[in-house]
Every structure is written in structure tokens, then in C-alpha cells.
């Protein structure tokens, strides 16, 4: 179970690309103090990945997206970064 301590000075890779769940989700998780860096499908979070990828400590994705789908960007984030927790 996820609890505040465990999330608390966390950096999370958010990628969603509905707005609505998107933003609710990013409220939540500021509530336990983790940092996010939101990205709207694949290709933009695997370009914040690659910008960011020494901050990132987890990655939360959607799957099903347009450009690139979550699927995808997870199997070219592994090629850069096989431990990053997912």
C-alpha cells in the first residue's frame, strides 16, 4: 500500500493525456508533497524522461494515448533506464 511517506520528495513522470484526469491526479499526488512532471502522451514523456531522467524516481503512464502510446514508451524508456520503477 502507497502511503504519504512513501511518496514524499518523489519526483513522478505523470503522462495522461486527458486533462481533467490528468490535473486531478497531479492535485493529488502535490497533497503527499511528491513532485510531478507531466507530459500530454509517449513522445512527450519520453522526451522529459530523457531530459529529466536523473530527478525521475517513478513513472506513471497511461496506456492508451495518440503519438506514441504508454506501451511504447515504456519499452524505450527501459532501453535508456531497465531499473526505473514503473
Same mark, same amino acid.
Given at each position: 500500500m502507497i502511503n504519504e511517506q512513501m511518496l514524499k520528495d518523489i519526483t513522478?513522470?505523470?503522462v495522461e493525456?486527458?486533462?481533467a484526469i490528468?490535473?486531478?491526479t497531479i492535485?493529488?499526488?502535490e497533497l503527499v508533497n511528491a513532485k510531478i512532471i507531466p507530459a500530454v502522451d509517449g513522445m *512527450?514523456?519520453?522526451e522529459k524522461f530523457k531530459a529529466n531522467e536523473?530527478?525521475?524516481d517513478i513513472i506513471v503512464t497511461d496506456l492508451s494515448m495518440p503519438n506514441m502510446d504508454g506501451l511504447e514508451m515504456i519499452e524505450e524508456?527501459?532501453?535508456i533506464n531497465? *531499473?526505473?520503477?514503473?
Open positions: 513522478v513522470l505523470y493525456d486527458d486533462n490528468q490535473q486531478n492535485v493529488t499526488l *512527450d514523456g519520453l536523473e530527478k525521475i524508456i527501459k532501453k531497465k *531499473d526505473i520503477p514503473v
